[in-house]
């Protein structure tokens, strides 16, 4: 599977969720900083894909996590 083709930014995203909407798919977000992938984040977005017919994964932004964590801040 190539995810280039995936990866969407804000315009894009935005013309692709209402093509879901019009065809009534249930849409599920998961948000996150998603810098490491350990079994609970693989459980938390197994079970988010599960809730609904298409799953959409947003993530911080570089600059976003440094607010939030600090430069090299870590997540728990």
């Given at each position: 599977m190539d995810t280039r083709e995936r990866i969407l930014y804000r315009a894009a995203l935005h013309e692709v969720l209402e093509e879901y909407r019009r065809a009534?798919?249930?849409?599920?977000?998961?948000?996150?900083?998603?810098?490491m992938l350990h079994a609970g984040?693989?459980?938390?977005?197994?079970a988010a894909r599960a809730a609904g017919d298409q799953?959409?994964?947003?993530?911080?932004?570089?600059?976003?996590?440094?607010?939030?964590k600090g430069e090299g801040g870590r997540t728990t």
């Amino acid at each position: 599977m190539d995810t280039r083709e995936r990866i969407l930014y804000r315009a894009a995203l935005h013309e692709v969720l209402e093509e879901y909407r019009r065809a009534r798919r249930k849409i599920v977000f998961a948000h996150g900083v998603f810098d490491m992938l350990h079994a609970g984040r693989v459980r938390y977005l197994a079970a988010a894909r599960a809730a609904g017919d298409q799953l959409v994964v947003t993530v911080h932004s570089n600059a976003s996590v440094r607010k939030l964590k600090g430069e090299g801040g870590r997540t728990t």
